[in-house]
């Protein structure tokens, strides 16, 4: 299964990367990794799952047990962004709607082989920079001019 896997730095940046990671079936939203089970050039880091979703969109919620989808009723904020119908189009000071609750399909927050996409949230820095490791420098050799 390949993994869509985002990391996010301390700085804010975030780097992409898509790998076969059999490893991450069957752990949870929030367990911690090391990073040389990732990728080779990862070693000395350490990653946490902050996130994930489904191929159709769903999000992963910690508080939904298991793999499989459910519907919860959840209130504005993660894994739901509607305003209410009488609100329309108009923006409001607050943004976050009083009392507006929906039930929403979620995905439970254990990664399953359905899971496509994965947020990683580093955690402890290895040798390299996420920088040089994800937008190695090639130095070019200057091109010789012909005359």
Do not use: C, W
Not at 82 to 91: D, I, M
């Amino acid at each position: 299964m390949v993994f869509k896997i985002n990391i996010a730095d301390k700085s804010g940046k975030t780097y992409k990367l898509e790998t076969e990671a059999e490893f991450l079936i069957d752990k949870e939203l929030h367990d911690k990794f090391e990073g040389k089970e990732l990728s080779s050039d990862l070693e000395g880091y350490e990653f946490e799952i902050t996130g994930a979703s489904d191929k159709s969109g769903f999000t992963a919620l910690e508080s939904v047990p298991g793999i499989g989808l459910k519907k919860v009723l959840l209130g504005y904020g993660k894994g739901m962004k509607k305003r209410p119908k009488y609100e329309g189009k108009k923006k409001r000071a607050d943004k976050k709607p009083k009392g507006l609750r929906l039930r929403k399909t979620v995905r439970g927050k254990v990664i399953s082989s359905a899971i496509i996409q994965i947020n990683l949230k580093a955690i402890k820095e290895g040798k390299k920079s996420l920088e040089e490791v994800f937008n190695p420098k090639t130095e070019e050799a200057p091109a010789e001019q012909a005359e």
